[in-house]
T-cell receptor
Framework: QKEVEQDPGPLSVPEGAIVSLNCTYSNSAFQYFMWYRQYSRKGPELLMYTYSSGNKEDGRFTAQVDKSSKYISLFIRDSQPSDSATYLCAMSAGGDDKIIFGKGTRLHILP | SAVISQKPSRDICQRGTSLTIQCQVDSQVTMMFWYRQQPGQSLTLIATANQGSEATYESGFVIDKFPISRPNLTFSTLTVSNMSPEDSSIYLC??????????FGSGTRLTVV
């Protein structure tokens, strides 16, 4: 079993819909959970990060972590065509531990 | 957070040759990281570059193939040596942010023919 599993998509949704992106993981030591957004021909940019379990909201984006299920989610409300990108989950145990990335989910928001 | 300039943005190289990728950061950082992103794959850490010491390589990556320099706190280079088509990938440098996570450069898209 890979440390981090992420459905590569592509995921196509109409503009204005709520998008749900998910990752599962196997390492119970992970404490820091991140979502990166990567546009074509660009490097990943950090979208959100959370520590341990719970929810975090930033504008149209909500990150959820369920450590008991080893499952993290990113919700995008009122999705826009500009949200079309690849979304990568990432996680780490913290300290000097390296960050492990998912493969990324390609998201298309249809106008 | 830091701004990273990475050069070249893309290149097409002949097999057997080497390519050096440059990473310039607009502020001093202790650690710089080099990642590879192959099509359909997650980002894979190649090595961590610390100023004043040898880079620390991850399992599966060796210094002879991916020599790294870190001459000061704002600059690093990664060389991909004796290239083969299997080295075709996107190479990214990154630095830690002030809060958590990494800031990435725009990447170098390498095609080996």
């Amino acid at each position: 079993q890979k440390e981090v599993e992420q459905d590569p998509g592509p995921l196509s949704v109409p503009e204005g819909a709520i998008v749900s992106l998910n990752c599962t993981y196997s390492n119970s030591a992970f404490q820091y959970f991140m979502w990166y957004r990567q546009y074509s021909r660009k490097g990943p940019e950090l979208l959100m990060y959370t520590y341990s379990s719970g929810n975090k909201e930033d504008g149209r984006f909500t990150a959820q972590v369920d450590k008991s299920s080893k499952y993290i989610s990113l919700f995008i409300r009122d999705s826009q065509p500009s949200d079309s990108a690849t979304y990568l989950c990432a996680m780490s145990a913290g300290g000097d531990d390296k960050i492990i990335f998912g493969k990324g989910t390609r998201l298309h928001i249809l106008p | 957070s830091a701004v990273i300039s990475q050069k070249p943005s893309r290149d097409i190289c002949q097999r057997g040759t080497s390519l050096t990728i440059q990473c310039q950061v607009d502020s001093q950082v202790t650690m710089m990281f080099w990642y590879r992103q192959q099509p359909g794959q997650s980002l894979t850490l190649i090595a961590t570059a610390n100023q004043g010491s040898e880079a620390t390589y991850e399992s599966g990556f060796v210094i002879d193939k991916f020599p790294i320099s870190r001459p000061n706190l704002t600059f690093s280079t990664l060389t991909v040596s004796n290239m083969s088509p299997e080295d075709s990938s996107i190479y990214l440098c990154s630095v830690t942010r002030g809060d958590y996570g990494y800031t990435f450069g725009s990447g170098t898209r390498l095609t080996v023919v």
